[in-house]
């Protein structure tokens, strides 16, 4: 009996494969660029570790919060505010929407969920294809592009295409950094599954599951998982001595219990399997997690009193999150000397901020340890464009937390957060790729360009400033009603607070001319685009989570700080020429196209925001030609 089999064959200007944060930001962000784009997901969602599947909120430069105005902005900020206005309770089926729509309204895109890669053609040091298998719809697909980009978190691209990997950490005397061990060693972090437990309102029993492993207080003591009980568990709640909680520094001790609750746990029930390849021993990992997540729980509920009576378990993963796997070789291997001394790379195209948090070797099974060694540093490091460039191919990009890394630094740069804004840059590049016909080792002679896109496309990189040439802005004389914080500061290059000075124009009030914005020149100018940032609170997180603390943290709705009703006018001698009511905005970047209008000025009339009482305005920017 012969087998029939559905084949078909598509082309793209730019291939990403992995639908997780990263790819989501690498394909909108290439097909807003004119690529024709598709985007490769094994999973019936998007989102990787922050999807329904998984339930990880994002985390990223700001170490929840702790460094000010360090959240990510771009794309994730966008696709995080439209969920912020839709979905104020925190259902992850909203959010699966969220992500869905953010891909299948994005024009030049083409989505293949539930699409597993299974083989890659390559000739030479080039990849030419990809054969993938969409399991609901039993076609065998091969896609065929210039230019890919490898967003799978365990480097699947590049490791079917031949490409060098790491795994495990390097040995002190590659990169001399401080924490890395002597020698190099295959110690990796493990899987982890979460779950999700509510309060009734009255007691609740529980009977873990055939098979579940049982654990004890003490087994536990180093990993917080009751309420109402001392820090450290039995040993404080004793009064005892011990000599690892004595070695621990308080950044340690408040990261690894800061997020904790009762109701949503625990990142610390990882497993990292027993073989060199935990790629391989997934499916076992997984087995093992399911005994570890109920057995955790039937201690909970059951192994004393921890406050626990009335919570009763309403979802438990069933798909592990992954942390660590390969990490490809790139053109440059971020290391850890690079994050403590807050490098700025010439080619800097992201950035990062999460400490250098390194869990233990075992997980959960390493009872006699805290689960992660944390290593926290002040300030903010750049990440380069050589970590997102393959080093042994001539059209792959690497993304996520398998781009070019050191262990250490991918132990913190693999936060959700810093690799989406590696994803967006990654994208970018690939439609730089397709604009001079280039690979993506070459659009390096193009990093100027790229990173003034990434700063337009409203990406933050550390050190660098608005220089863009095109933007009419930049040379024009800046007025304003009333102000609290300079109005040329919207011409600064600068579209967010860092340190003490707050690049933005902040009004004095809204009434009358006080929420009033002029930018004017001497001359006119054909205007087909205005392009403004707005204040979103950048010291105030929106992450979708189902963490109560996290959840407490928040306000409900969009960003108070947000301008929400305003006018936009193209003026020239004083009269209006072409305007734009914007009522209900939620977003912090608006790009305002125009027909070609000849004016030597531009007002914006700031009526309302959504909650404070001042406007607050970080750029402004004014183009003849729109994107």
């Not at 625990?266 to 990992?285: C, M, N, V």
């Not at 800097?348 to 060694?373: I, R």
């Not at 010291?539 to 700080?561: D, F, H, M, N, W």
Request: charged share 25%.
């Amino acid at each position: 009996m012969s087998v029939r089999s559905k084949k078909k064959e598509a082309s793209f200007d730019v291939i990403v494969v992995g639908g997780g944060m990263t790819g989501m930001c690498a394909a909108i962000a290439s097909a807003r660029h004119g690529a024709k784009t598709a985007l490769v997901q094994e999973r019936p969602v998007f989102g990787g570790n922050a999807s329904s599947e998984i339930r990880m909120h994002i985390c990223g430069a700001s170490a929840n919060m702790v460094k000010p105005n360090a959240e990510e902005t771009g794309i994730l900020r966008e696709i995080l505010l439209e969920n912020k206005r839709v979905n104020d309770y925190y259902n992850y089926s909203v959010w699966d929407r969220v992500l869905f729509t953010a891909i299948r309204e994005q024009e030049n895109l083409s989505m293949f969920l539930n699409t597993t890669m299974h083989d890659v053609e390559t000739e030479g040091h080039r990849i030419t294809a990809i054969h993938c298998y969409q399991m609901t719809t039993e076609i065998e697909w091969t896609l065929r592009a210039p230019v890919f980009c490898d967003c799978t978190g365990n480097g699947t691209l590049g490791f079917m295409a031949g490409m060098p990997f790491r795994t495990g950490s390097e040995g002190k005397a590659e990169y001399h950094e401080p924490h890395a061990p002597e020698q190099p060693d295959q110690h990796r972090m493990g899987n982890t599954l979460l779950f999700k437990a509510v309060d009734r309102g009255h007691p609740v029993a529980f009977v873990p599951p055939k098979g579940s492993y049982t654990f004890t207080e003490e087994q536990l003591r180093y990993r917080k998982h009751a309420d109402a009980k001392p820090l450290f568990g039995v040993l404080e709640a004793e009064n005892k001595a011990d000599p690892i909680l004595d070695n621990v520094d308080n950044t340690t001790k408040d990261m690894v219990f800061d997020a904790y609750c009762l109701d949503y746990g625990y990142w610390w029930i990882e497993l990292t399997g027993e073989k060199a390849d935990i790629i391989e021993e997934y499916e076992d990992i997984r087995d093992e997690l399911i005994k570890c997540v109920y057995g955790v729980w039937d201690h909970i509920k059951n192994g004393g009193d921890h406050g626990a009576q009335n919570f009763d378990l309403e979802w438990v993963g069933m798909l592990p999150g992954v942390r660590e796997s390969r990490r490809m070789e790139g053109e440059y291997m971020l290391n850890e000397n690079d994050l403590l001394e807050n490098r700025v790379f010439d080619d800097a195209v992201a950035y990062g901020g999460w400490p250098v948090d390194n869990h233990v070797e075992h997980g959960l099974l390493d009872f006699d340890k805290m689960p992660s060694e944390i290593y926290a540093f002040n300030g903010l490091y750049t990440i380069p464009y050589r970590s997102y460039v393959a080093k042994d191919m001539d059209n792959l990009f690497i993304g996520g937390r398998s781009m070019g890394a050191s262990k250490l630094a991918m132990a913190s740069s693999r936060v959700m957060g810093t690799c989406a804004v590696g994803g967006q840059a990654v994208g970018t590049a690939a439609a730089l790729c397709k604009k001079y016909g280039c690979t993506p080792h070459e659009v390096e002679a193009h990093m100027k360009e790229l990173q003034q896109m990434l700063l337009k496309d409203d990406c933050y990189i550390p050190g660098y400033k608005n220089e863009d040439p095109a933007d009419l802005a930049r040379a024009a004389q800046v007025s304003a009603g009333s102000e609290k914080q300079p109005a040329a500061n919207v011409i600064n290059g600068v579209a967010r607070t860092v340190g003490r000075n707050e690049n933005c124009w902040q009004s004095d009030g809204l009434a009358g001319d006080n929420g009033v914005l002029s930018l004017k020149w001497d001359a006119p100018h054909t205007l087909r685009q205005v392009r403004l940032t707005f204040d979103p609170n950048l010291c105030s997180s929106i992450k979708i989570t189902l963490s109560s603390k996290r959840i407490a943290e928040q306000v409900p709705g969009v960003p108070p700080e947000l301008v929400r009703d305003y006018d936009v006018e193209l003026l020239k001698d004083g009269q209006v020429l072409a305007s734009r009511s914007v009522r209900g905005n939620y977003q912090r970047l608006n790009v305002l196209n125009f027909d070609a209008c000849d004016c030597d000025e531009v007002r914006l009339h700031v009526l309302a925001t959504n909650g404070i009482a001042d406007a607050r305005v970080y750029e402004v920017r004014a183009y003849e030609q729109a994107d």
